[in-house]
């Protein structure tokens, strides 16, 4: 007897084999493609992979991690904060994302993306788009003044 599901299911089965795909790295987005990506100066948080830049109508707050495990884990302590206001969405190139017209949180493999702003979902595919894929590549952070006073965002206070 064939069930319901095999029927369903046939079509999927017929094709090619589908090959298994092995979840990329990303290294992080160069600081040269900021402005392209209409992003203004980054601005490093507690000397960490993390950093946050303006954007158009708002911010960007961009995590990396050494994994897609471990960006797996960012992505879902970050979107959990969110997930009763906001509806699963798509984001082109993300693996996972949550969000809305004005605030979306994405995860490409290691890479996770927060955009507040206009046209979020957009500028999040712009950046994970723009992230560089060369294993030799890791995010430049840049040593940071233990003396100079920051705020909760790592901006230094003047």
């Known amino acids: 007897m064939i069930s ?16 298994a795909t ?9 600081v040269s493609a900021l402005p392209a990506l209409s992003l203004g100066e980054p601005e490093f948080i507690d000397g960490t992979d993390t950093w946050r830049a303006p954007a158009p109508g708002g911010w960007v707050l961009h995590a990396w991690s050494a994994d897609a495990a471990e960006g797996a884990r960012s992505f879902r302590f970050t979107a ?20 809305g017209d004005e605030l979306v949180i994405a995860r490409r ?11 979020a979902r957009d500028t999040a595919a712009a950046i994970l788009a723009a992230e560089a894929t060369d294993p030799g590549v ?21």
């Not at 904060?81 to 693996?95: E, S, Y």
């Not at 493999?109 to 046209?119: E, L, P």
């Not at 940071?144 to 006073?149: E, H, N």
Request: hydrophobic share 40%.
């Open 80 to 99: 959990s904060t969110v997930q009763r206001m906001l509806p699963t969405t798509t984001v082109r190139g993300a693996d996972e994302a949550v969000g």
């Open 4 to 19: 319901l599901f095999t029927l369903l299911l046939a079509p999927a089965l017929a094709g090619a084999p589908v090959a």
């Open 22 to 30: 092995k979840t990329q790295t990303f290294a992080g987005v160069p």
């Open 138 to 158: 890791s995010p430049v952070v840049p040593e940071l003044d233990p003396v100079t006073p920051r705020d909760g965002f790592g901006r230094r206070l003047k």
């Open 109 to 119: 493999g290691n890479v996770v993306v927060q955009v507040k702003g206009d046209h």
